[in-house]
């Protein structure tokens, strides 16, 4: 499969445990951050996002949390799952930049153990 | 709906030659951007495009070049390759532009410089 970082920060989590993953961003006129997943071949995949003026999203089994005064974003997985091993990619956007543009963390790898 | 669409999937060039990748993006998307991802630099910005215009543009050299065709669809190109330019080339695509649009990415083109 594809390599997608060979120094990446690791998570090895329990199948059945809660995993959180951390990101710290870096640009405070970023208004808007997302949370991916790549799998191995594929490209990142869209998980959830949310808008710099929340401090907690939740979806079907994740939450996203955004603490602006330490620029930090964690990624919460409930009841991780085997099939949620893959490498996580924070990325930002910044409100002074009207186009698409993203700038990605260095990404987790989380393990999940059987 | 189909996703987006990158081809080719693997690319094996020598150093010195010139490679082009093309990316569809999913159907009504107007928006493409180009990231190249390595092992050692992560996820990077390389443009974007937006109804045929170049909207941003990443810190690389100006050996990497992009387009975008009235139907949306975009191709880069890389001239006179180095072996550091081996890496993950992954296109997204996006409905629109700005914060809270969500940006869709292909599966990517594995380019080798040898």
Known sequence: GESVGLHLPTLSVQEGDNSIINCAYSNSASDYFIWY?????????????????MDKRQGQRVTVLLNKTVKHLSLQIAATQPGDSAVYFCAE???NNAGNMLTFGGGTRLMVKP | KAGVTQTPRYLI????????LS???????????????????????LFEYFSETQRNKGNFPGRFSGRQFSNSRSEMNVSTLELGDSALYLCASSLAL???????????????VV
């Open chain 1, 37 to 53: 997943k790549q799998e191995s071949g594929k490209g990142p995949q869209f998980i959830i996002d949310i808008r710099s003026n």
């Open chain 1, 93 to 95: 956007k910044p409100n």
């Open chain 2, 13 to 20: 060039k020598t150093r010195g030659q010139q490679v082009t």
């Open chain 2, 23 to 45: 990316c569809s993006p999913i159907s009504g998307h107007r928006s493409v951007s180009w990231y190249q991802q390595t092992p050692g630099q992560g996820l990077q910005f």
């Open chain 2, 98 to 112: 700005g914060a809270g649009t969500e940006a869709f990415f292909g599966q990517g083109t594995r380019l080798t």
